[in-house]
C-alpha cells in the first residue's frame, strides 16, 4: 500500500516572516495522528526553506520541506544556481523538477530535468518528476503518448532502486492555476499511462511502489474523487497551499 503524499509548492509567494506565519499555523492546525496515514511536504521558496524547516522541527511536526528547482552540477560559476548540497544542508528531503512552469518560462528541457533527477537522487533526497501536456497536446488526442515520452526522458539512466525513490507528478497544464481540473478519469488515464511505463521499465513491484501525484487546480472539492483513482496516490498542490486550513484539509482528506 502506497503512503499518500499531499505537497504544497508555494511558488514565488511568501517572505520569511509571512512563510514563517504559514508554517506556524500548518503546525497549529495539524493534527498528530495524521503523520501515520499520510505524508505532507511543502516546497517552499529557496529563501524560506530553513525557517520553515525549523519552525517544523520546533514544533515536532511531522511536515517534510523541499525545493522547487535545483541545479544539477555540485558548484562552480552558475550565478543564481542552488546546487543539492545546499538544499540538503538547508533540510531539503525533496526537490520538485521539471515543473511546467520551469519548462514553459525557463526553457527547460527534458534533457534537464534527466540531469537534475539524476542529481537529487545522488544527493539522496527524492526528485517529484513533473511531467504534463499542453491543451493543443490533449485536444490532438496525443496526450497519453507525450507525457510518457516525458516519463521516459526524464527516468534516462536512473536503475530501479533509484526509480524507487522517485515521484512521478502529473499536472496537465492546461489546468494550473486555471481553476480547470482534469477529471478523475481524465487524470486516472494518465496516471494509470504513467504507472505503465515503470512497469516496462523496472517491473511491476517496483511500478507498484512509486507514488505518482495529481497536480492542477487540486481542491477540497475534488481531492476525494482524484483520490479514489487507483494510481492517483495525492496531490502537488499550488495556491491551496497557501492557505494553512485549506491545505490541511487535503491532508485530512487523505487519511483513510
Known amino acids: 500500500m502506497r503512503t499518500p503524499l499531499i505537497a504544497g509548492n508555494w511558488k514565488m509567494n511568501n517572505t520569511i516572516p509571512e512563510a514563517v506565519v504559514l508554517a506556524q499555523d500548518i503546525c497549529n492546525n495539524f493534527e498528530r495522528d495524521w503523520a501515520s496515514e499520510v505524508d505532507v511536504l511543502v516546497c517552499p521558496p529557496a529563501l524560506d526553506i530553513k525557517p520553515v524547516k525549523t519552525v517544523f522541527e520546533f514544533d515536532r511536526v511531522k511536515v517534510q520541506v523541499g525545493a522547487q528547482n535545483v541545479y544539477w552540477e555540485e558548484s562552480g560559476a552558475f550565478t543564481g544556481e542552488l546546487s543539492c548540497g545546499m538544499l540538503a544542508s538547508a533540510g531539503c528531503s525533496a526537490v520538485i523538477v521539471g515543473h511546467s512552469e520551469r519548462r514553459n518560462l525557463f526553457g527547460e528541457t527534458n534533457e534537464d530535468v534527466n540531469r537534475k533527477a539524476k542529481a537529487v537522487l545522488a544527493a539522496r533526497m527524492t526528485p517529484i518528476v513533473c511531467v504534463g501536456e499542453s491543451l493543443f497536446v490533449r485536444e490532438a488526442g496525443e496526450a497519453v503518448e507525450y507525457v510518457c515520452s516525458q ?106
Open 151 to 256: 516519463v521516459e526522458a526524464a527516468l534516462a539512466g536512473i536503475d530501479e532502486v533509484e526509480a524507487r525513490s522517485c515521484v512521478i507528478a502529473y499536472e496537465p497544464v492546461w489546468a494550473i492555476g486555471t481553476g480547470r481540473t482534469a477529471t478523475p478519469e481524465q487524470a486516472e488515464e494518465i496516471c494509470a499511462a504513467i504507472r505503465g511505463v515503470l512497469a516496462r521499465r523496472y517491473g511491476s513491484d517496483t511500478a507498484e511502489a512509486v507514488r505518482i501525484l495529481y497536480g492542477g487546480s487540486v481542491n477540497i472539492g475534488n481531492i476525494e474523487l482524484l483520490m479514489a483513482q487507483p494510481d492517483i496516490d495525492g496531490g502537488l498542490v499550488g495556491g491551496a497551499s497557501l492557505d494553512a486550513r485549506g491545505f490541511l484539509s487535503l491532508v485530512r482528506a487523505c487519511v483513510r
